[in-house]
């Protein structure tokens, strides 16, 4: 049974820092693309940053580059999302995804989602 589990969220000032985690469980992580997906009330769901298996590639959304960073550790089977110079309009609950291909979770998002984790962002 694939279990993504994410935790880091939490109320943070404009122009602070957080660091979101999503521990999986239940799937080959070495071998797996990860991502993170955001959805803002009375928004669609909207794709944030996905990683390669390898990690060894990367995709942003263009209103998160240079702000936030997604990497894993393969030893600890988590992704991360480091995310700096929070803005309010970041405010949405995060959501961690998984695929074989970090291709497919760029276009459409991938088969597996996790529960998602609040992130508030105060002007």
């Known amino acids: 049974q694939v279990q993504l589990v994410e935790s880091g969220g939490g109320l943070v000032q404009a122009g602070g820092s957080l660091r979101l985690s999503c521990a999986a469980s239940?799937?080959?992580?070495?071998?797996?693309?990860m991502g993170w997906f955001r959805q803002a009330p009375g928004k669609e769901r909207a794709f944030v940053a996905a990683i390669s298996w390898s990690g060894g590639t990367t995709d942003y959304a263009d209103s998160v580059k240079g702000r936030f960073t997604i990497y894993k550790d393969n030893a600890k089977n988590t992704v991360y999302l480091q995310m700096n110079s929070l803005k309010p309009e970041d405010t949405a609950a995060y959501y961690c995804?998984?695929?074989?291909?970090?291709?497919?979770?760029?276009?459409?998002?991938?088969?597996?989602w996790g529960q998602g984790t609040q992130v508030t962002v105060s002007s």
């Open positions: 995804n998984t695929d074989d291909s970090r291709a497919s979770i760029t276009k459409t998002g991938g088969r597996y």
């Open positions: 239940g799937l080959p992580f070495r071998t797996r693309a």
